[in-house]
């Protein structure tokens, strides 16, 4: 593999980097450290992003060249290398940037962390067992020798990407291995308190009634098990003047009640479609129920979906099936 890697990097000089539809922390961290750790290394990096990120992740992309891909003008040849980071299968880019990732003529690198990678790049580093796509970056550029390249703003994004996808260094993904990785980080001088007040103290009124609203009036259990699920529509959303981001974690709050080992979060779209995530502890898994019954897939114990489905449907079947989740 390290070969491979600095091969194709040490080819390049213009270099895109691009990360699945609807950016999360991870995507976010492992897209900016990548750019910081290219711009460093002496390549021109830019982030293409399929659509933006919620508003407390915007600052992170600040210092970097990044645009959104209804924005994006910049001939395609003019690429010599694109990284695809947090995501395994085009499609996740969403419908319409997926043909510019597949059809790039330079090289490629997948650098991911979700099961079953598909074959469209040139050198696919996919590691299901490592917490977060930000640590499995570091980790690459630590089996290369090429930490060095590592600044303090690279260091702050990649920090970001783990501490988001484990839920603040508490999910079972979790090893020893990323405590290793946060030392090295902090070491290069990230302050870890800046990055959560970044991204965990930035609220507004309207989300937090948000919140309080889902969890005081839509928590449902499964009469009988250890499921619980709540669901916001659109008419709701809208009531609390919804942005991009204010509904991010929710899916885990049930999962800190007693008895309470399975969660899912549904939220309507604009055309009355259905997104879901799905968490899970113990020894109930949560990936090939979504892959299954829901258009999704993802970590045993986080997942996500989709139904085509009007919301009440959606929970209908939901709790039909529930029985298939134990």
């Known amino acids: ?50 659509d933006p990120p919620a508003p407390n992740l915007m600052p992170f992309l600040e210092g970097v060249s990044y645009a959104f891909f209804t924005d994006f003008d910049s001939p395609i040849d003019h ?61 690459v550029l630590e089996e290369c020798d090429l930490t060095s390249y590592l600044t303090k703003e690279a260091s702050e994004a990649l920090y970001l990407g783990i501490m988001t996808d484990t839920g603040s260094f508490r999910f079972p993904s979790v090893t020893s291995k990323t405590h290793d990785v946060l030392q090295k980080l902090l070491l290069n001088g990230v302050k870890a308190f800046e990055i959560h007040e970044k991204v965990f103290d930035q609220n507004t009124k309207e989300r937090v009634l948000l919140r309080a609203y889902a969890i005081s009036n839509k928590f449902q259990q499964i009469e009988g098990t250890p499921i619980a699920y709540m669901s916001l529509s659109q008419e709701e959303l809208t009531r609390f003047s919804f942005q991009k981001g204010d509904t991010e974690g929710l899916v885990n709050v049930p999962l800190s009640i ?46 996500g979906g989709f139904s ?19």
């Open 79 to 139: 690429f010599d290398l694109m990284f695809c980071l947090d995501y395994n299968h085009a499609y996740r880019v969403g419908e319409s940037m997926e043909s510019l990732v597949l059809e790039m003529k330079g090289s490629k690198i997948m650098i991911d962390h979700h099961p079953h990678p598909t074959e469209f790049c040139d050198l696919t580093i996919s590691r299901p067992e490592v917490c977060s796509t930000a640590q499995l970056f570091y980790e």
């Open 308 to 326: 085509h489905d009007s919301l009440q449907k959606t929970m209908d079947k939901l709790i039909s099936l529930s029985s298939k989740l134990l």
């Open 258 to 303: 007693s008895g309470i080992s399975i969660s899912v979060f549904m939220v309507e779209n604009e055309e009355g479609k259905v997104k879901m995530s799905f968490r899970s502890k113990g020894t109930y898994f949560v990936n090939e129920f979504a892959q299954e019954y829901f258009n999704g897939g993802g970590h045993k114990y986080a997942a």
């Open 1 to 50: 593999m390290t070969d491979a890697f600095k091969k194709l990097l040490n080819a390049a000089e213009n270099v895109l980097i691009t990360t699945h539809k609807s950016p999360d922390g991870d995507a976010i961290g492992s897209a900016v450290g990548c750019a910081r750790f290219l711009i460093a290394y002496g390549k021109k990096a830019t982030v293409l992003l399929p």
